[in-house]
DNA sequence: ATCTGCCTGTGATATGGGTCACAGCACGGA
DNA sequence: TCCGTGCTGTGACCCATATCACAGGCAGAT
């Protein structure tokens, strides 16, 4: 098969290595055979647009490899980003479930490999497939935990030192970095973007950074980040 | 049956009149007989406490009659208020499916009538039954719904006058009062409260409030509130 | 009728951070 | 090598709103 955008595709589900560790792809092999009847594999470049916000939903997208930005835009313009979207993630599922619009907006940051699946034949194969059912409610309870945690940090902070500061911790925690003295950020997203996921101007991201280096808590390694203080980070992020 | 707390208690679920227009309860009667044999009915007064932010889940709470307010709360005692969850709704669901801890606090503002159901059962009742668990679907897609528009409110708005506006458009598209000229809101909360629901201060509400009044946009009839001017309160909501 | 507690209303003050404006820097394309 | 484009860094300014402090009002308890 041709590898478009430089990706190895993934044919099957039965022979993708990454199935077991993924909430909703680990299905028993009756229903797996069900969804590879119907869905749909494809590759997108960086940058592409899987859905937006207020779009009646077409269906699942189910990211195998690559990561996409999921993220909420204001009429005037300014967007929130809610979170960075990894590969096991299925999106646009709680819209495909209700039947309401899609209520954010999927792009991919990197190349990605995608499973779509189709409204219709999604809802089909959930009625007639319960262990899948099942999954959908373990993934969408999830969604939900995140969403419960990104409006505590929107809604109960009282400055924006410290929603970077659990930013920071939050990102430290996904590498399995967390255990570490000194753990260490990959920072793939640009001061603006960064901004976008903390609600505020790139300017005061950009002022927060500096202030950290100053007072030693973190130190830049090109673009990774180095955690030199843990506890003053935390103490930052709890206030 | 004896009735606490002024309630009357609706006894079965299949004499419950107000079963059809409920997402969840609406169940094939197979699946609620199985429902009716798991699930126990109690009776809350007012300021109880379902469960708390935190804690092991230990199943779910159908909310049959009354008001339940859902919140979460920071180390330092500041609270941030969800939403008023009305009758038909399913609580503590999400944590139940997934097994985290319950991510918010349920309390009741009114005396209430629950249907609570333990998780192991509820869990073997979902397996048991694709239908009811297509509804947790449903209903778990609804509440991310509902969270995503929480975080466009709270992150996406400058100003504590545009959340405010929000809010009581919201409110008044509740009671199918939208569609009136001039929508009439029933201000069950008190000014702390709704500072709570938008993540501003009791103060800033007061002020925003009187503001609103100067400007002839709303118009206090003792407990209730009557919209004059929509558009005005809509152009604030929408800047 | 009085007390006590909770709610609403309003002034004074301080400040976090949004916004504008511009400069320096890195990196890729021609 | 030079240029353009997008990112980062920083100063100046100002406004919305948090916070503190207190006064009046209403309602339920004694």
Same mark, same amino acid.
């Given at each position: ?25 680990? $299905? ?34 189910? $990211? ?5 930005? +999921? ?32 209520? +954010? ?24 497939? #319960? ?25 109960? #902070? ?55 280096? !100053? ?9 990774? $980040? ?6 003053? $980070? !935390?103490? +930052?992020?709890?206030?």
């Amino acid at each position: 098969m041709l590898s478009p955008y430089g990706l190895d595709i993934i044919e099957s589900c039965f022979t993708c290595k990454l199935r077991a560790d993924r909430i909703f792809c680990d $299905l028993p092999t009756s229903a797996l055979q069900a969804f590879e009847g119907i869905k749909y594999a494809s590759a997108y470049p960086k940058g592409a647009v899987l859905f937006v916000e207020g779009q009646a939903p077409r269906g699942i997208f189910v $990211l195998c490899k690559g990561r996409v930005k +999921l993220s909420i835009c204001s009429t005037d313009g300014k967007t929130l980003i809610l979170k960075i979207a990894e590969p096991g993630e299925v999106l646009g599922l709680s819209a495909t479930v209700s039947g309401k619009a899609y209520e +954010l907006t999927a792009e991919t940051i990197d190349p990605c490999q995608v499973n779509f699946v189709k409204r219709e034949d999604f809802l089909r194969f959930l009625h007639e497939h #319960s262990d899948a059912c099942f999954r959908v409610a373990e993934q969408l309870s999830d969604k939900y935990n995140t969403a419960c945690h990104e409006i505590r940090a929107l809604g109960l #902070s009282h400055s924006a030192a410290e929603k970077l500061a659990k930013l920071l911790l939050e990102w430290s925690s996904r590498n399995g970095e967390a255990a570490k003295t000194e753990p260490r950020v990959k920072l793939a997203l640009t001061h603006e973007e960064i901004a976008q996921m903390i609600g505020t101007s790139r300017e005061t991201v950009t002022r927060l950074f500096a202030e950290l280096k !100053k007072r030693q808590i973190v130190n830049a390694k090109g673009s990774t $980040l180095v955690i030199r203080n843990k506890a003053a $980070l !935390k103490a +930052l992020a709890s206030n």
